[in-house]
């Protein structure tokens, strides 16, 4: 069945940034399906989180082929709802994915050769059923795979109309800078570039917020809410459902400490100052940045969405408030 979207669903322009030096804008905040989207979740509330995220004028979805579990099933649920709720709407939405991490077994399965890229990216756009997707990354750098091969991959990809842009993820400054220079040689420039930022982890502050700058790449955060760390989630421990409580995920019970937790709080204090919830002021703070096009953050149901796309009430911060989200994080 057809979705019929919201007609206000790009009442904001302030909504969408322009990534990198690129003719591609994207919105300021997009949505992963790593988790809460598998073939082990509620496929309802998946679907109801993707409308919610469309009807708000989230028009960037990031997957990965390794996504679920068990991995693919991510891709594979997102795909059922591009071509039954959201058919006719494929011209609004950019669709990324991604390759890097192990997908299947054997020597071609994994890492950043040309031979596994392409392979796999053949193999998402059959999960997703479309055509092509709009960006495709080196999921993670390669060290023992030539950068030239991995680029190489990435810039067919564009060529042969499977996908429209490339971008990387956890690459060093150096080795983004490298990249960078090959596909802009090969005459695909690199469109986007996906590290971890939040308020708890700022490594990329050590360089490569400038190589994105002087590059003209585009920065789209991930984990901004470092898992659900950054939000009131966890303020009464760990709760039923959460992404903590369940064996499957990635944000283990050990790491809910309760340093983590009392950090929480004295940001959640800093936030309501400014009148926002934690979440928010966690997002608008990754967004300070003019080389952050989005935040790309997960989600467990559409309440969620829509408290985080309600950051756009208050982006701005002063020096006093900077500081003290940084002694709140210092203790
Ligand atoms: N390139 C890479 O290597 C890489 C690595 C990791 C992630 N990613 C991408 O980045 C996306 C986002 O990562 P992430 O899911 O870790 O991001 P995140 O936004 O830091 O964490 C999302 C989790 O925070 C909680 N949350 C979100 N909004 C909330 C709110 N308003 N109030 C309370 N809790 C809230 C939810 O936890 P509950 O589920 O507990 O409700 C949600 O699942 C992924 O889906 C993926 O597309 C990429």
Known sequence: MSHTPSPNRYS????YRRCGRSGLMLPIVSLGIWHNFGEVDDFENARAMVLRAFDLGITHLDAANTYGPPPGSAERNLGKILRGDLAGHRDEL?????????????????WGSRKYLIASLDQSLGRLGVDYVDIYYSHRRDPKTPLEETMGALSHAVRSGKALYAGISMYSPEDTLRASKILRDLGTPCLIHQPCYNIFDRSIEGGLL??????????????PLAQGLLTDRYFQGIPKGSRASKSHSFLRPAQVTDQRIAQARRLGEIAKARGQTLAQ?????????????????????AAQIEENVAVLKNMSFDDAELGAIDAAVRG
């Open 12 to 15: 904001r322009p302030d909504f």
């Open 210 to 223: 400038d190589v994105l700058g002087s590059e003209g790449i585009g920065g789209i955060a991930f984990c």
């Open 281 to 301: 002021m966690a997002l608008a703070w990754v967004m300070r940045q003019p080389q952050m096009t989005s935040v790309l953050i997960g989600a467990s149901s």
């Open 94 to 110: 950019v669709i990324a994915t991604k390759a890097g991490w192990t997908m299947w077994p054997g020597p071609y399965g994994d």
